[in-house]
Structure formats: C-alpha cells, structure tokens
C-alpha cells in the first residue's frame, strides 16, 4: 500500500497567517492527490483534487502543489473557519490511503 | 442539493453482523461510483470499499476484505455494506461518499460499534 506521511500533525496559525501542510508519499503518485478539510463533528470536505484543482465553492485562499512525492496545502490568510483537521489522500494505486491528518489551530 | 443519509448503524457483539444503508438524493444515483470510508473515534480516515456505477468494478481494502460485501440499488438510490465477522478494530464511523478518484460529498455518517 502507498504510505501518506502528513506534517506536521498539529499546528497553531495566527489570524492572517500563511499556512503550509505537507504530505509525503511512499511511493510517485503523478499528482493524483487530493485534500480534505474536517471541521469538529462534522463530514469531511472535498477542498483539492488532482493536487491543485480547486474544489467548486471552496475559497481561493486555499491551495495545492507538488509532483512526485511531495505535496502541499497552503492556506493563504488564516481564517477562524479554517480550524479544522486536513487530510490528503492519494488516488494513484488501490487501496486509496489517507494521511494521519493536521490539526490546525486559531491562535 | 445532493445528499447522501447512512442508517444501519449501532452496537453488535463481535463475530455478528450488520448492514448499512446510504439513501443518495440530489443527483443521479447511477451515474456514479460510491465508496463507504471509516474513521474510528479520534483518528484519521480509512477507506473501506468501492463500487463502480454499474457494480462491474469491485474494491475492497484489505482489513475487510472476505468479510464486507459492499452494493448497490440503482432503482432504491441506495448503497449497501454488509459486514459480517466484525471486530472489535471495526468500530467507526461509517461515511458513504461519492466520487472514483475523490470524493465530492460525503453523508453524515453512521457508528458501528463492536463490544460485547
């Protein structure tokens, strides 16, 4: 199975910072990666797919990049409703595999 | 608006069995492949199994496989996971969510419970 290695597993952001989350992958997974958002009680929401392509209806302050084996979320301008739990997950190979999640925090 | 509602949830012993349902509404049903997705208490998300469209394309993570049987109704909107043999490490909350590669929309999700 392909390993998801997300970092850090929790972090704090101040209002209007910029935040970054990455996740490594075990083996090249050619962009096929895609990133979740969790907010406390609630479902998982689809925010990027295919490493960079924003989700319809998901606020342009967030973004996606990487290739190969390493990619990023980055949250431009910290927002209270941005504290939640992020995963990525990668669709290359079967069985689709989650990272551990980030908890990321208002400071 | 698409929705999906999971039910069928709740506590069982270990070794029994249990199915659930997700009742999709918004969208065409059998147009898209569904998946059921685990998140035991406090942790991270595990994707269980897939099923194509059609029910042609079959996909099972390996912790389940022999054990769960997941389904589909297209004529009901409904997407099924029999799980019998259950374990104690099967205890989660069970999301149905749509979607081959990723999943767009997720419903709001069902415990499974496994304790004797």
């Known amino acids: 199975d392909i390993q998801m290695t997300q970092s850090p597993a929790s972090l704090s952001a101040s209002l209007g910072e910029t935040v970054s989350i990455e996740c490594l992958a075990s083996?090249?997974?050619?962009?096929?990666l895609a990133w979740y958002q969790q907010k406390s009680g609630k479902s998982p929401q689809l925010l990027i797919y295919?490493?960079?392509r924003l989700q319809d209806g998901v606020p342009s302050r967030f973004s996606g990049s990487g290739s190969g084996t390493r990619y990023s979320l980055k949250i431009s301008g910290m927002q209270p409703e941005d504290e939640a739990d992020y995963f990525c997950?990668?669709?290359?190979?079967?069985?689709?595999?989650f990272g551990g999640g980030t908890k990321l925090e208002l400071k | 608006e698409v929705q999906l509602v999971e039910s069928g949830g709740g506590l069982v012993q270990p070794g029994r069995s249990l199915k659930l349902s997700c009742v999709a509404s918004?969208?065409?049903?059998?147009?898209?492949?569904m998946n059921w997705i685990r998140q035991a208490p406090g942790k991270g998300l595990e994707w269980v199994a897939y099923?194509?469209?059609?029910?042609?394309?079959?996909y099972y993570a390996e912790t389940v496989k022999g054990r769960f049987t997941i389904s589909r109704d297209n004529a009901k909107n409904t997407l099924y996971l029999q799980m019998t043999s259950l374990r104690s490490e099967d205890t989660a909350l069970y999301y149905c969510?749509?979607?081959?590669?990723?999943?767009?929309?997720w419903g709001q999700g069902v415990m499974v419970t496994v304790s004797s």
């Open positions: 969510a749509r979607g081959i590669t990723d999943f767009d929309y």
């Open positions: 918004g969208f065409t049903f059998s147009n898209y492949g």
């Open positions: 099923i194509s469209s059609g029910s042609s394309y079959i």
């Open positions: 083996e090249g997974i050619s962009n096929d």
């Open positions: 295919a490493a960079s």
């Open positions: 997950q990668q669709s290359y190979k079967y069985p689709w595999t």
